[in-house]
């Protein structure tokens, strides 16, 4: 990959050269009423190109800089929710624990009832 980046650049570069030594006249640039400037053809076009380029790679890192704020953002909400699953995941647990508490204690005393029930009654006469 860094061998097609080389010759990329390279060709780049070549071309650059070559349309610079053809495009050598005199363009005269007008920013705003009164300032004008005068210079090769080939200058303005490389200065362009390089103003660009500099554009181009300020508003990629501000959007990288948006994604990354982003993904922060959804980073958090996600630890978050991970937190609160944890939080009901252990709720779950006391609740499933006290639950089988409650049914040993109702089957102890269902079967205590069961006892006491099967047990001849004396009756007194008198």
């Given at each position: 990959m860094r061998a097609i980046n080389f010759l990329i650049i390279f060709l780049f570069?070549?071309?650059l050269v070559l349309f610079s030594l053809e495009n050598t006249d005199p363009a005269t640039i007008k920013f705003v009423k009164g300032v004008d400037i005068q210079a090769p053809l080939c200058i303005e076009?490389?200065?362009a190109m390089g103003l660009g380029?500099?554009?181009a790679w300020i508003f990629g890192i501000l959007s990288w800089f948006q994604r990354f704020l982003e993904?922060?953002?959804t980073t958090r909400e996600i630890r978050e929710r991970e937190n609160r699953i944890q939080a009901l995941e252990k709720d779950l647990e006391q609740y499933k624990a006290e639950?089988?508490?409650q049914q040993q204690a109702l089957s102890s005393a269902t079967e205590a009832t069961e006892v006491t029930?099967?047990?001849p009654k004396v009756i007194a006469k008198s």
């Open positions: 570069c070549a071309a076009l490389i200065g380029a500099i554009l993904s922060r953002k639950l089988q508490e029930d099967t047990q």
